[in-house]
């Protein structure tokens, strides 16, 4: 294998990419000649995990909340990533903005509206009447507490753990390198280099599943707007030019490319919420942004716990109720995520100590989505008559956002704006700014898997990068073709059972991490020499 990458030009570990690129051509083989077959497959492996493990995603990531917060208040708290006398390499400011363009805009475009109207009309506890002034509480409630605090200890589990280890310890830059104090020198043999695999892999399907619904968000905006086809050929036309900008920004480069659209993006999407605060109900909206942080944290601790027990008293389906399709979807694809955020989080955190970056990236992406769901949110339930009596009033327009959630989730922000002062600019504006969050998401992969595999933070050739963006595209597409109509279930069974094994990797971090901060002294030094094996 090494005489392979030699011949093709390449800098990165033969063996971590090659099985890699292999495992995904043989996935991608076994997907065109029986998608049936593995359509199934994902069916009953996802029905499996959400009935027997559902509970453990959800104790798993409170559980990861309260580790973070115990380790940024500790004396642990004190010590620097990087060395003692390490300074930041970006300001407050720029450090948040980078946060924002890292993991949360793709989710909050898409939804932004979509989640609060969907607890709105079909509230998740069983003792709440849809439309009601409960259910538009328990809709802001649910809607923060998937895309809050939670998901953001997803990202800071393993952003922490590669900031500590490779900063602290030397190691690479490598999914395995947080696994040293509990493998030792094995991070550089077969144990490590198969958990490089699995994150490569992971992380590749992660941003797959992500392409797959910012497509079906551009397609129902298009389709909206021009009238074009909400079909399954044109998903995979729209992921092939996202992924040829994808491309494009790749060979940029990281400053060039990925930096300039992401401020782009983010001035963009920043201007959209300002822009529905101001031309929508401004007053109620701002009382509401105050109110929904005293909701969020009113019912943070029981919607954390909640597991849904007496679903099977209740009638709900299969005695789970809803959060197989909500709160363990959302964190089984978040933590696919994970490694690459992670990452992408370490890198731009070099020189903080642990308590500024747990509190930083626990808190700071959280408060923006909250102000972003509060606007949105509490818009799209006002459209839509909050309580019976507004109902009544409203008529027939009463419920046109819930309808259109029902007919198509992707739709629902297009269907929003429809209710705005220059409906046809807005809509075609959001139409750009997710296919900018997804080409985004794609190039910044692209470049941080390569990292994955090269262990250093250059990036390797451009032919190299190139080649995961492209297989990105490739496997967003296929999963679409394989999802057909059913698109958004079909893409939450692959992730629910490609998430398992990785949020049992991440759970395990935390243990590494109290071994490794166990060996730091009251003055932050590490105690032992760093790990100097021969093939280093």
């Excluded at 495992?23 to 497959?41: Q, R, S």
């Excluded at 995979?236 to 994808?246: E, G, H, R, Y």
Aim: proline content about 5%.
């Amino acid at each position: 294998m090494e005489a392979l990458a030699r011949k093709l030009g390449l800098r990165t570990d033969p063996t971590i990419f090659f099985i890699s690129a292999g495992i995904m051509v043989v996935f991608l083989v076994v997907l065109l000649i029986a998608p049936g077959p593995i359509g199934e497959a994902f069916r009953a492996g996802r029905e499996w995990i959400v009935t027997n493990l559902g509970w453990f995603f959800i104790l798993g990531v409170t559980t990861w909340v309260a580790f973070l917060l115990w380790v940024a208040l500790s004396r642990y708290g004190t010590v620097r990533l990087g060395g003692n006398e390490a300074k930041p390499a970006y300001n407050n400011i720029s450090w948040f903005t980078m946060l924002f363009a890292g993991g949360i805009g793709t989710v909050l475009m898409f939804w932004g509206v979509a989640e609060p109207i969907s607890h709105f009309s079909s509230p998740p506890r069983p003792d709440v009447a849809p439309f009601s002034v409960e259910a538009a509480d328990d809709a802001m409630s649910f809607s923060i507490y998937h895309l809050g605090l939670h998901t953001w200890a997803i990202f800071t589990m393993p952003g922490l753990a590669f900031a500590y280890f490779i900063y602290r310890y030397n190691l690479p830059m490598r999914f395995s390198s947080v696994f040293y104090p509990l493998i030792g020198d094995r991070i550089y043999g077969p144990v490590g280099k198969t958990l490089d695999i699995f994150a490569v892999l992971g992380t590749l399907f992660g941003v797959a599943v992500s392409i797959g619904l910012g497509t079906q968000q551009i397609n129902a905006g298009l389709t909206e707007l021009f009238g074009i086809p909400d079909a399954v050929i044109t998903k995979v036309v729209i992921i092939t030019i996202l992924t040829t900008v994808a491309v494009g920004s790749i060979v940029a480069g990281l400053d060039s490319g990925i930096k300039r659209l992401s401020n782009i993006n983010i001035g963009m999407a920043v201007g959209l919420m300002v822009f529905v605060l101001f031309t929508g109900s401004t007053v109620f909206l701002l009382r509401a942004i105050v109110e929904t942080f005293g909701i969020y944290i009113t019912n943070l601790l029981p919607m954390a716990f909640w597991n849904d027990t007496l679903a099977s008293y209740s009638g709900n389906d299969g005695g789970w109720g809803w959060q197989g399709s909500w709160t363990v979807f959302y964190w089984a694809w978040t933590v696919t995520w994970s490694p690459f955020i992670g990452i992408f989080v370490a890198r731009i955190s070099k020189g903080r100590t642990i308590r500024e970056f747990v509190l930083g990236v626990l808190f700071a992406p959280s408060i923006f989505t909250l102000v972003w769901f509060a606007i949105f949110g509490w818009s799209a339930m006002e459209i839509d008559g909050i309580g019976a009596d507004a109902r009544a009033a409203m008529g027939a327009q009463a419920g046109a956002l819930s309808e259109a959630v029902d007919e198509s989730i992707p739709l629902a922000l297009f269907a929003f704006f429809e209710h705005f002062p220059a409906a046809t600019l807005i809509q075609g504006l959001a139409v750009v700014i997710v296919a900018i969050f997804f080409a985004t998401s794609s190039d910044s992969a692209s470049l941080l898997v390569d990292m994955l595999c090269t262990g250093t933070p250059e990036p390797g050739p451009w032919h190299q990068r190139v080649f995961w963006g492209v297989s990105e595209g490739v496997l967003a597409a296929m999963l679409i073709v394989l999802a057909g109509e059913a698109g958004l279930t079909a893409l939450q069974e692959v992730i629910t059972v490609v998430g398992l094994p990785m949020f049992i990797l991440v759970f395990t971090m935390m243990f590494a991490l109290i071994r490794g901060l166990a060996h730091e002294d009251l003055g932050g030094v590490t105690v032992g020499p760093p790990p100097q094996p021969d093939d280093l």
